[in-house]
């Protein structure tokens, strides 16, 4: 009875037999889109593959094909944090490079700047808008210009506070001291000024 016991507990899966089975997918997964780019470039096109795959969309397709041209890291298809979808648009060496390394992200915090490395799982989707900027990654000055321009937004943005008033009343002229947001009561209500 022990033998059983003993010969079941080495049987039994570990996570190294899932993460070697994952592995092994992601070889295929490179196969598949090199064996796909081969039929493309003998003049079939997606559709035409799509049709003799009807469980393949053309959508996951087009990701295969950019996985067997080189241009997209076969991980970034089961990652499901918001980074991922931004690395698609990196060249294949950048995406490799944060998938392995991380990125920088730039944080200011009243007149202290700190440079992090974060994992690109940890990005948050804000983090991610800062970072990243279409097709690349945004430097240390991009960032800081990123951050400052969203602040400058956020200013204009402002409700109109009754402590201070953000326009004066100049004859028939209005003049805004600062950038505002107005309801139509106070649009009707600064109409009313000019015309007393």
Not at 75 to 93: G, I, K, Q, V
Request: one cysteine or more; hydrophobic letters at 35%; charged letters at 25%.
């Amino acid at each position: 009875m022990k033998n059983t016991v003993a010969t079941t507990a080495t049987t039994a899966p570990t996570i190294q037999d899932f993460t070697d089975l994952v592995n092994q997918g992601g070889e295929c997964w490179k196969k598949a889109g090199g064996i796909l780019v081969a039929l493309l470039d003998g003049g079939l096109s997606l559709d035409d593959v799509a049709e003799q795959c009807p469980r393949i969309s053309v959508p996951t397709l087009t990701r295969f094909e950019q996985i067997g041209r080189g241009h997209l890291s076969y991980e970034l298809l089961t990652c499901e944090y918001p980074a991922a979808r931004y690395m698609a648009r990196l060249s294949f060496s950048e995406q490799r490079r944060v998938l392995e390394g991380g990125i920088e992200v730039i944080t200011i915090d009243g007149n202290r700047t700190e440079m992090l490395q974060v994992s690109a799982e940890n990005l948050t989707p804000s983090q991610c808008r800062q970072v990243f900027d279409g097709n690349v990654i945004r430097g240390a000055g991009g960032q800081k210009s990123y951050i400052t321009s969203k602040a400058q937004d956020a200013r204009i943005m402002d409700p109109i506070d009754a402590v201070t008033n953000p326009y004066s009343v100049r004859g028939r002229r209005v003049v805004f001291n600062r950038g505002c947001e107005l309801t139509a009561g106070q649009i009707i209500r600064i109409l009313a000024e000019i015309e007393k």
